[in-house]
């Protein structure tokens, strides 16, 4: 597909800006003061050599970019740890209303009761989901809510004086984000190792402990998609030691209204609101990482917060020992209305049946797989599972990266690959509560016919995608010479 | 695919050999970790001067899967980082025991040296 820079004609178009004031009856620099021009005497329309295209060509080229979009709304979108779930359209409709669209951050609390009401009971949904005392909206996204939760737990230890707890503990098979969070935050972080049935090494873990762990960091159901059955007596340990328990939110969705973290003895957790709330994921955005905590962290929280009196809500920021400001404004609110939205819509009934769905579904597609590719764990899945390419597949060449690409010719978005690291070749399958067995039927279909051709005819396997846009990419040289520019200078 | 153990070299778990040359200790990663990475598109090493300790990172490897931390097997000064990865990262996947080599060090614990595998325990652990 050409660029638009490619598809662009001279004179197609008028340019952007006047040269300068239409009607000719005011200089520029008159207007903005001499200060205020740029130096450079080009015309600014040739500096800046943007596209000259008709509006009616514009339109078919965005509408062409559209129709190569892959998205949970065109597809099966089985990204596992990322819960790859349908955002209902209802959350769009209601963030859109201009009571919410056209609020600002600075405008006075008494013109925006609405959106200090939803902030204010958000925050006591997601205290109720997570059993957690308290929460704060302030972090923009996931990793800077950990970073958040990190500095709140460092902030308790230092209130008592414990400074020497210098160490995060952190399984090896976290998500990336964990140990760069601890480390962020000025701790050394040490890795705990699993079990071969992909669990906490409670042995690793009791001769990790000291009185110079500031804390755990886990997420359960964990990051191979299992329960942490032991996790009372990691708490107990982890407690016993002196240390904190930190959750992960990644995994919530396989648990949401059926277990809480905070009953599994967590301290604090962040959310994800993408993940498990329905919120817009990733690039698009923005983001929201909200935090909780138990009782004896909630003064530490950030400022502001949203604050009830009778039936009047106010931003406050009376909080004396709080880690201070951790952005500019109190989250991404309209981001927190489709969460709310979410939350409204399910209600306290509904909220169960999405934890039991993703399982459910999680744990069919495993059924149906299981015997067809490599199952290298063997308890139950929660709402994701890892399955490897079979030794006849690897001995033909296939590997994960093949398989997942192959994918991509049967329409669907591929699974993760190649995560966790401590399980080689793996492919992380989230199917989500969102899809309905017809589309789970197919996908497993597709999954068979894979692995039939990965023994038969390899080399279909190993070139693939076929039918993409893009063929199969060099990744060695996308990741070498990485080169996002283009420059439609002469 | 077993992966190749040079019986010449000495190993750590983390997947890194050492080789002795004179006073000196050669560190580099294994063809099991190379193998397991897949194509390598980024090494980042220490400078010369920096200290290393014995079983910390001292650099990252990335691949076009992962970045991973690199283990020093040993507590040293380091007197040679490899000049050639920084642009040509893929000398590590096509030549890990030769032209792939990533630190020179200068040893500062010999006792250290009792605690690498030797090509038998460390093929024990990779090639099962």
Redesign the interface.
């Known amino acids: 597909m050409e660029l638009i820079f490619e598809k662009s004609r001279k004179g197609a178009a008028d340019p952007y800006f006047p040269k300068e004031d239409p009607a000719g009856t005011r200089k520029a620099a008159d207007v903005l003061g001499k200060g205020a021009l740029r130096t450079e005497p080009e015309d600014v329309n040739k500096r800046l050599a943007l596209p000259e295209l008709s509006e009616l060509e514009v339109v078919r080229h965005v509408l062409g970019l559209c129709r190569r979009q892959v998205g949970i709304d065109s597809t099966f979108y089985p990204l596992g740890s990322c819960t790859m779930k349908y955002n209902p359209k209802i959350n769009e409709a209601v963030s859109r209303m201009p009571q919410f669209a056209g609020m600002h951050p600075l405008q006075p609390d008494n013109t925006a009761q609405g959106t200090l009401q939803v902030l204010y009971e958000l925050e006591a949904g997601l205290c109720h989901v997570t059993g957690m005392d308290a929460v704060t909206l302030n972090p923009m996204a996931g990793a800077h809510g950990e970073w958040t939760g990190i500095l709140l737990i460092k902030a308790y230890h230092d209130s008592r004086g414990d400074g020497k707890r210098r160490k995060i503990l952190v399984p090896t098979a976290a998500h990336g984000t964990n140990p760069a969070s601890a480390a962020m935050c000025g701790y050394e972080v040490v890795a705990i190792p699993g079990t071969d049935d992909g669990l906490v090494d409670l042995k690793g873990l009791e001769a990790a402990l000291g009185d110079d762990v500031a804390a755990l960091m886990l997420t359960n159901p964990n990051t191979l998609g299992l329960f942490e059955s032991d996790i009372l007596k990691i708490q107990k340990m982890v407690h016993d030691a002196g240390g904190q328990l930190y959750y992960d939110g990644a995994n919530l969705n396989a648990i949401l209204g059926v277990a809480r973290p905070g009953d599994m003895g967590f301290d604090v957790v962040h959310m994800n609101l993408h993940k498990t709330f329905s919120t817009p994921h990733g690039g698009g955005g923005p983001g929201a990482g909200p935090v909780g905590v138990k009782k004896h962290l909630a003064e530490f929280l950030p400022v502001p917060f949203v604050k009830k009196t009778g039936d009047t809500y106010a931003m406050s920021s009376d909080r004396p020992k709080s880690i201070g400001r951790v952005g500019a404004f109190y989250g991404n609110s309209n981001v927190y209305v489709r969460a709310y939205t979410y939350f409204r819509t399910y209600g306290k009934e509904g909220l169960p049946e999405v934890g039991k769905h993703a399982v459910l579904n999680a744990a069919y597609v495993l059924a149906k797989l299981q015997d067809t590719y490599t199952r290298p764990l063997k308890h139950p899945c929660m709402h994701e599972f890892i399955l490897q390419p079979t030794k006849e597949m690897l001995a033909k060449g296939v590997r994960t990266l093949h398989i997942a690409k192959r994918l991509i010719d049967y329409g669907y978005h591929p699974p993760t690959i190649y995560f966790p690291l401590v399980v080689s070749e793996a492919m992380m399958i989230e199917p989500t509560e969102t899809e309905s067995k017809a589309t789970l039927d197919k996908f497993v279909e597709a999954m068979k016919k894979i692995a039939k051709e990965a023994l038969e005819t390899p080399e279909l396997v190993i070139n693939a995608p076929h039918s993409a846009p893009v063929g199969k990419v060099d990744e060695t040289k996308a990741a070498k010479d990485l080169d996002l520019r283009f420059c439609a200078c002469e | 695919m077993s992966s190749s153990v040079p019986a010449e070299l000495k190993y750590t778990k983390e997947h890194e050999w050492v080789k002795r040359e004179g006073a000196l200790a050669v560190v580099g990663i294994t063809d099991h970790a190379q193998h397991?990475l897949g194509?390598i598109?980024?090494v980042e090493l220490p400078k010369v001067g920096a200290t290393v300790t014995c079983m910390k990172p001292f650099g990252t490897v990335?691949s076009?899967?992962?970045?991973?931390d690199l283990f020093s097997p040993l507590t040293g000064k380091v007197v040679e980082v490899n000049p050639a990865l920084s642009k040509a990262?893929?000398t590590v996947n096509q030549d890990c025991y030769g032209a792939g080599w990533m630190l020179k060090i200068q040893p500062s614990n010999e006792a250290e040296f009792n605690q690498l595998l030797d090509d038998k325990a460390y093929g024990a652990l990779v090639n099962k």
């Open positions: 397991a194509d598109v980024f990335e076009v899967k992962a970045a991973s990262p893929e």
